[in-house]
């Protein structure tokens, strides 16, 4: 079992964890993120293509934390866009892409463009392209090779939601909605008197506390935004910030405890429920790191 803070280093620790990574770090995040930029405006095939180059995940949701400071980038072809092959025929687009923009091409010369700027890259991964720090300049950089990904919905607005796909080495396709995801932040954050991102910042300062002395195993720092995205917004604004990290954690182990509960937990997306077929994690994952986090803060047996 982890030690279990006193009443004054929790808050001590909460006060600390309060904001994210400071100016400098920041500066060297923005710093990688400019230079993948610069990597694939440089590269000649990328010339007149409509691409996005955008950080994804916890650096510009800002919900990252010192320590976890490596960022992801996603290099996007929206044209040709993927969708469901029944889809692309009800909805009248074309029913295969036989252009020369396939899956390993886009991959093929992502590579190119990063080793081109970069030098060696380590491209033996089945998802991402991974850079190498260079200490004092930037972090480590994972670059997502994906096609934009549309889902058909009545229901949505302009009757569809945009994400991104990327096809691993495997060949099996991941869907993703990081726009989804950073809008549905920024709303429950501003809707939560900015307390949501705060808790969040703090689970995950523990999870790496917890991981880091043997209690728990290292989880994916998503992980944490996924659980408590989940807690109802008026629970954030009563009390003070340490009440809100304690009825967070509280509200989160009620729903994993409840009957179906787990089955109705949904990404900060939207789109993908919590638990499920694919994910790195699995309830007993949530439990353990609430558990250990809730006797960690020093809040209860």
């Known amino acids: 079992m982890a030690r279990q803070l006193t009443y004054a280093q929790r808050l001590v620790l909460i006060s600390k964890w309060k904001n994210p990574p400071g100016p400098s770090e920041q500066a060297r995040l923005e710093r990688a993120e400019r230079m993948v930029k610069d990597a694939v405006r440089r590269h000649e095939p990328f010339r007149g293509l409509d691409i996005t180059v955008a950080a994804k995940g916890s650096y510009p949701n800002k919900t990252n934390v010192r320590g976890d400071s490596d960022v992801d980038i996603m290099v996007k072809l929206n044209d040709p866009y993927h969708t469901d092959g029944l889809a692309s025929w009800w909805w009248g687009q074309p029913a295969r892409y036989t252009g020369p923009w396939t899956k390993a091409k886009l ?17 033996e991964h089945n998802i ?26 009545l229901a949505a607005p302009e009757g569809e939601h945009v994400g991104s796909v990327v096809y691993g080495r495997n060949g099996k396709p991941i869907i993703n909605w990081p726009e989804l995801q950073l809008i549905n932040g920024r709303t429950k954050n501003t809707n939560t008197s900015y307390r949501y991102k705060f808790v969040v910042r703090v689970l995950k300062n523990v999870e790496n506390d917890l991981a880091a002395q043997g209690v728990i195993k290292a989880l994916p720092s998503y992980f944490s935004e996924c659980l408590i995205y989940n807690v109802p917004d008026h ?27 787990p089955q109705i937990m949904w990404e900060p997306n939207g789109m993908k429920r919590v638990f499920g077929e694919g994910q790195k994690w699995n309830t007993k994952d949530a439990r353990e790191l609430i558990e250990g986090a809730w006797h960690y803060l020093g809040y209860g047996d």
Do not use: N
């Open 235 to 261: 629970i954030f604004l009563a009390g003070d910030l340490d009440d809100a990290v304690r009825s967070s954690l509280k509200e989160v182990y009620r729903q994993l405890r409840s009957f179906m509960g």
């Open 107 to 123: 991959r093929e010369e992502v590579h190119a463009a990063l080793t081109s700027y970069f030098g060696w890259v380590d491209a």
């Open 128 to 153: 991402a392209f991974y850079v190498p720090e260079v200490l004092g300049s930037r972090p480590s950089i994972d670059v997502v090779p994906c096609f934009k990904w549309v889902k058909y919905d």
